[in-house]
């Protein structure tokens, strides 16, 4: 997918092995960038010897099978079980993210990755036991991007970095969906690093559509249009926006009776599309709409994580506002504040400053002083 590079800007910074197009090693990248700590990306790509994200765009079909031939006879002997131990850790550190923040437990994934799942990429294992374990770690990687990326705005490269090494490793383990889920990820970022991204961010939005033709659960396929819908509104094309909140529509509504999957994206439920509908509809400047769909998204099942529901109430104060009903901003932004506490997480912190600087213009009402003064003692505790 060379398109990847040219949609990232990505610089040919790369290493001898690269300049001669010798096959970047996936797993000594990631593990290297692991390993890195909180580093300059430039000085990470000299210290480890690695290329530029450039690697995203050049498939390496041949990958795990070089990894295969290549183990030496004393590495460990990993099986199927190592893969399974790592979507289990990848769920348990989701959990405690998903209701806490990024920030919580991100130095516990990235240890993890390099204390625990690094011998095992370079132990000794068949290609099927290869392409479950890259998998695997796929969905690791894509884990800490995303912890990265809501734990601090300070890490974008770094976030990127993971997401790009998830979507290379999907890619070698010829998973559509994770590697789908991976440039999902670049593309939501990117909506978040300002207006001059938000072209870039709906080419990715629109790659991630296009390497999910053919995947089959309707889940997925709603959680990556609704992606796309969002892009679209935020970079001005309407009628996009609109074509693909209405697919992403079409495909929820068909799971109403299933359950939800074990991946990343086959976790979208109709309470999670309802939170994104109501974004998109707001960037379209249809507040009455994106309030419906707000207050749909806290009242269903699916969206009772303390970082989730605060988010959406953080959105549900400023449209209310937005509305002239102070009233109602109020009273989301109180209960927004509630659920807020001990979640470290950059939307929490974002929202938190808004509603501060909102109810700045409203000095002699009482309610909206208190709520500004609750912000700023939880913003004085985020890290």
Not at 16 to 25: G, I, K, L, T, Y
Not at 352 to 375: K, T, W
Request: charged share 20%.
């Amino acid at each position: 997918m060379p398109h990847v590079t040219q949609v990232l800007q990505l610089v040919q910074e790369a290493d001898s092995s690269a300049q001669n197009n010798e096959p970047v090693d996936t797993v000594a990248s990631i593990l290297a960038l692991g390993r890195s700590g909180n580093v300059d990306r430039r000085n990470f790509l000299t210290a480890s010897g690695g290329t530029a994200l450039s690697f995203l765009g050049v498939p390496d079909a041949e990958a795990i099978t070089r990894r295969v031939r290549s183990a030496p006879a004393g590495a460990v002997r990993v099986g199927r079980g190592e893969a399974d131990a790592i979507r289990q850790m990848v769920q348990v550190l989701g959990d405690n993210a998903a209701e806490y923040g990024g920030g919580h437990v991100r130095h516990l994934a990235v240890s993890y990755l390099t204390d625990n799942v690094g011998p095992w990429l370079e132990g000794r294992y068949t290609e099927a036991v290869g392409r479950e374990l890259y998998a695997a770690t796929s969905q690791l990687a894509q884990l800490i991007g995303w912890m990265t990326q809501d734990h601090t705005d300070d890490d974008a490269d770094a976030a990127r970095s993971y997401y790009a090494h998830a979507y290379r490793l999907a890619d070698e383990a010829n998973d559509s969906e994770l590697a789908a889920t991976a440039l999902r990820g670049m593309a939501v970022q990117a909506m978040g690093l300002g207006p001059r991204h938000h072209t870039k961010a709906l080419a990715l939005a629109e790659k991630c559509v296009e390497r999910a033709k053919g995947l089959s659960d309707p889940r997925v396929i709603s959680f990556y249009q609704s992606t796309l819908a969002e892009a679209a509104a935020l970079d001005g094309n309407h009628q996009l926006a609109t074509t693909s909140l209405a697919a992403s529509q079409t495909f929820i509504e068909r799971t109403a009776d299933a359950p939800t999957g074990t991946s990343w994206a086959s976790h979208f439920t109709i309470g999670r599309w309802s939170h994104a509908s109501g974004l998109v509809l707001a960037r379209m400047g249809d507040l009455d709409g994106a309030q419906v769909q707000l207050h749909q998204a806290l009242a269903v099942h699916g969206l009772d994580r303390r970082r989730s529901r605060a988010n959406v109430l953080g959105h549900l104060g400023t449209i209310h506002l937005r509305q002239g009903d102070l009233d109602g901003a109020l009273t989301a932004w109180s209960e927004f504040l509630d659920c807020a506490e001990g979640v470290q997480s950059t939307r929490v912190r974002d929202s938190a400053e808004d509603l501060r600087v909102r109810l700045a213009r409203y000095p002699d009402d009482m309610g909206a002083q208190n709520l500004a003064e609750r912000a700023t003692a939880l913003l004085a505790r985020q890290p």
